[in-house]
């Protein structure tokens, strides 16, 4: 997802910071395939299961040194949506509800309790909303960068429909664009994605993989999706990291107090702040990452 700063929204060129990054080192067969997303298990089928939701245009393995990290120490579904960083395409229209839908069966289907959901940017969003959909085997979110109406990051002022209007205008124009444009426009915002060269690489190689229309859709969406009103309904524990580092256009303790507001309506919920990060947590500061996330499963080092 784009980066986050007080102000008026931007023109769509602004959104380069939109792409996303994924680190290629899969280790285990694939366990299951979905019209809307492919699933990579890996670890002990017997622990604690969780499923990790990647952001827009990464593919599951974005988290493969976190799943490395944790070994056996947890039943790990890495997702991979349909039309990101290489994954075939399927579908058409919404992008979120339905996906949400389909991964609500594959936890129904795999008869899965208990589960911490991790999820990144869009994903997050995903994640928070299948909380809702599944209350008694969803127990734990962690939201990595991500925010429920990402709209008010840019012009607090924004209203929902204002917020729609503009997500639709972007889905259109990304959508239209000749490739070359597209991926030039990715280019632009790789700096705020990720503070290293290496991240920054991948994150352009990753959104070059991508379908570009299915990309496009799934922008505005998120762009001009407002998923404040589901929040009261999270029975979950909620952990949400934000990312800082200098420069930035507002401070550590700022950027806190705009997220928490973001999350009031979270009953059980912490702001977190992690500092030297850019968008891509787990990839900026693993370390740190890895200690949230162990804290949330209750883990041993």
């Known amino acids: 997802m784009w980066k986050k700063v007080c102000g008026p929204m931007k023109p769509l060129s602004w959104l380069a910071i939109g792409v996303i990054i994924a680190i290629i080192s899969a280790t285990s067969a694939k366990a299951d395939s979905h019209a809307l997303f492919d699933v990579e298990r890996l670890g002990q089928a017997s622990e604690q299961s969780v499923i990790f939701i990647p952001g827009l245009a990464t593919p599951g393995e974005v988290w493969n040194e976190t799943a490395e990290a944790l070994g056996n120490a947890a039943d790990m579904h890495l997702i991979s949506v349909a039309g990101f960083g290489g994954v075939p395409a399927a579908g058409e229209g919404d992008f979120i509800a339905p996906l949400v839908n389909a991964l609500t069966d594959y936890i129904d289907s795999h008869d899965l309790d208990n589960v911490t959901l ?136 700022q950027l806190l107090a705009i997220y928490r507001g973001q999350y009031a309506g979270l009953e059980h919920s912490s702001v977190q702040v992690v500092r030297d990060s850019r968008h891509f947590i787990m990839l900026d500061q693993p370390d740190v990452f890895m200690e949230h996330l162990q804290t949330r499963l209750m883990f041993e080092e």
Do not use: C
Not at 141 to 159: E, G, Q, R
Not at 163 to 173: C, K, N, S
Not at 226 to 245: G, N
């Open 118 to 253: 991790v999820g990144h940017s869009l994903g997050a969003q995903i994640a928070l909303q299948l909380a809702v959909a599944r209350p008694g085997k969803v127990t734990d979110v962690v939201v990595v960068d991500s925010a429920p109406f990402f709209a008010a990051l840019f012009n607090p002022a924004v209203t929902p429909d204002q917020a729609a209007q503009y997500g639709q205008g972007i889905a259109m124009q990304m959508a239209a664009m000749p490739h070359e444009q597209f991926m030039a426009m990715s280019q632009q915002g790789l700096a705020v994605q990720s503070i290293s060269e290496h991240g920054q690489m991948k994150i352009l190689g990753w959104m070059e993989a991508s379908d570009q229309y299915v990309v496009a859709r799934a922008m505005g969406e998120v762009a001009g999706g407002d998923f404040r009103s589901v929040l009261s309904e999270v029975k979950a524990e909620v952990t949400i990291l934000i990312a800082w580092a200098a420069p930035s256009p507002v401070s550590a303790d």
